[in-house]
Nanobody, 120 residues
Framework: QVQLVESGGGLVQAGGSLRLSCAASGRTFSSTAMGWFRQAPGKEREFVATISWNGGTTYYADSVKGRFTISRDNAKNTVYLQMNRLKPDDTAVYYC?????????????WGQGTQVTVSS
């Protein structure tokens, strides 16, 4: 089973950028699709982006398409989320997780996440 630790969140002004990291442990990481999700206060957790096991296929929620980029480095067991042109609506706790291939359905245990706060 893959265990995950998110980092890289913080406070940023609207229009700014952040890069989130998700460090994974476990031998199956390099063969597993991964995803980023977020949960804003008072809202359900939602899908943000997913990436296939080899990085060849990515999917994005419409709300972040063109602003966020998901990537992975299997040699480092790490998944990244580069977030540009941030908006106050992007404020949330961000989580990574393993996902079923070609879906945004998470199946692993959730970590603690990393807080992203975008000020207007």
């Amino acid at each position: 089973q893959v265990q995950l630790v998110e980092s890289g969140g913080g406070l940023v002004q609207a229009g700014g950028s952040l890069r989130l990291s998700c460090a994974a442990s476990g031998r199956t990481f390099s063969s597993t699709a991964m995803g980023w999700f977020r949960q804003a206060p008072g809202k359900e957790r939602e899908f943000v982006a997913t990436i296939s096991w080899n990085g060849g296929t990515t999917y994005y929620a419409d709300s972040v398409k063109g602003r966020f980029t998901i990537s992975r480095d299997n040699a480092k067991n790490t998944v990244y989320l580069q977030m540009n042109r941030l908006k106050p609506d992007d404020t949330a706790v961000y989580y990574c997780n393993t996902v079923y291939a070609n879906t945004f359905i998470a199946f692993g245990s959730w970590g603690q996440g990393t807080q992203v706060t975008v000020s207007s």
